[in-house]
């Protein structure tokens, strides 16, 4: 797949405005300043297809980006705790609508902050994927702010962390080195090609 070749489609902030799911879906999902922007720039070798806000809890849509016959969404990040109520309500309805939707979603990359235990809403999320049965795969974020001991350590601290730790695989990212994203990268080629064997049915 040619990555350069992504393009942004579009941007919702209201469940009643999402366009009909027409491809395969690929989510990625986290709470706010967990480093989802800079993932999604450095799968696609960007700087800025996914604006990273300096400001979390800022954004407040669902971006989709295109590239051949996948679909990208961008989930807005979730558990600021200086959002108003009123945002927060806002964003839990368009992430309900966006799950609710009769969507093709195929994967979740569901991102954690890999320095520290699992958030309250990180647990609520992994729970509801995992009671929905979504695929998807938890990216351990901020990789390259521990030494390799203490990844080993937080590795290790994951598995009585997340309940069914040892069912669920783990990936850890740097954005400093590019870790991960090769793995990343392989999740969404297999996609791809899945979706070609779809398209091919008669």
């Not at 700087?47 to 849509?61: C, D, E, I, M, N």
């Not at 200086?82 to 927060?88: F, L, N, R």
């Not at 309900?96 to 009769?102: E, I, L, R, T």
């Not at 994927?129 to 994951?158: C, G, H």
Request: aromatic fraction near 10%.
């Amino acid at each position: 797949m040619n990555y350069n070749k992504v393009e942004f489609e579009t941007s919702f902030g209201r469940a009643d405005q999402l366009p009909p799911s027409t491809c395969i879906e690929i989510v990625f999902s986290g709470r706010s300043n967990v480093g989802k922007s800079t993932l999604i720039n450095k799968i696609f070798n960007r700087k800025q297809l996914a604006r990273v806000s300096a400001v979390p809890g800022k954004t407040s849509t669902i971006n989709f980006f295109k590239l051949e016959n996948l679909r990208f969404a961008d989930l807005p990040g979730y558990g600021y705790a200086k959002v108003a109520k009123g945002h927060k309500e806002r964003w839990s309805e368009l992430i309900d609508g966006y799950f609710d939707g009769q969507r093709h979603i195929e994967m979740v990359f569901q991102l954690i902050d890999m320095r520290h235990p699992p958030t309250k809403d990180d647990l609520q999320m992994i729970d509801f994927l995992i009671e929905n049965e979504y695929p998807f795969v938890l990216v351990l974020t901020k990789k390259d702010k521990l030494s390799a001991k203490q990844q080993r350590e937080r590795l290790q601290a994951l598995q009585g962390e997340v309940p069914y730790a040892d069912q669920i695989r783990m990936i850890p990212f740097s954005s400093q080195t590019g870790d991960g994203v090769a793995q990343l990268k392989e999740i969404i080629e297999e996609l791809a090609a899945y979706q070609l064997e779809e398209e091919a049915q008669p």
